[in-house]
């Protein structure tokens, strides 16, 4: 189990790395594009590798800022409500967009199969590298969700790069 969760934490540390680096990526191409495009010299194809980045970057921060802090929700409303109703809110919120994941990989493995054949305009290469975000990142979020839950059970807390995870 130690050495699952050592496993865990160094995917966390690389999905980190991922993140971070694909955000620089996509700001300098943005940035070196709309340059180029004033001396009138476009670079079509950093369009194309900033919205393939981009794809990842929504599925995977949103599992690094899920990992690292809790759903944004009302605590002024929830702090209201008995310990006992709270506890219930909170695995119910969760069941509730874990079974939106699960929606989201069923129809996105089809989705990124369908759009295989389609392919990047300027890159050559297929779409369904951009469209396998979804279902991959929702995977992701999942397994981070079933990890807060049986902490959040347990009452442990999940310490992952120093920080809280629940």
């Known amino acids: 189990m130690k050495r699952l969760a050592i496993v865990y934490q160094k995917f966390c540390k690389v ?36 919205l393939l980045l981009f794809a990842w970057v929504v599925f995977l921060g949103a599992d690094l800022a899920l990992r690292k802090a809790d759903f944004v929700r009302v605590d002024m409303l929830i702090t209201h409500f008995p310990h006992r ?50 279902p991959v990142g929702s995977l992701f979020l999942t397994l981070t969700i079933v990890l807060k839950l049986v902490s959040h059970w347990k009452d442990t807390v999940i310490v992952t790069e120093g920080k809280e995870a629940i």
């Open 85 to 134: 109703v709270q506890k219930f809110l909170y695995y119910f919120f969760y069941i509730i967009v874990i079974v939106f994941l699960g929606i989201l990989i069923r129809y996105g493995i089809p989705l990124c199969i369908d759009n295989s054949k389609r392919l990047f305009q300027t890159l050559g290469i297929s779409y369904s590298w951009a469209t396998i975000s979804a």
């Open 15 to 50: 999905e980190e790395v991922l993140v971070s680096a694909f955000v620089a990526i996509i700001t300098f191409l943005v940035f070196l594009s709309a340059v180029a495009r004033g001396i009138r010299h476009p670079l079509n194809w950093a369009q194309d590798v900033s």
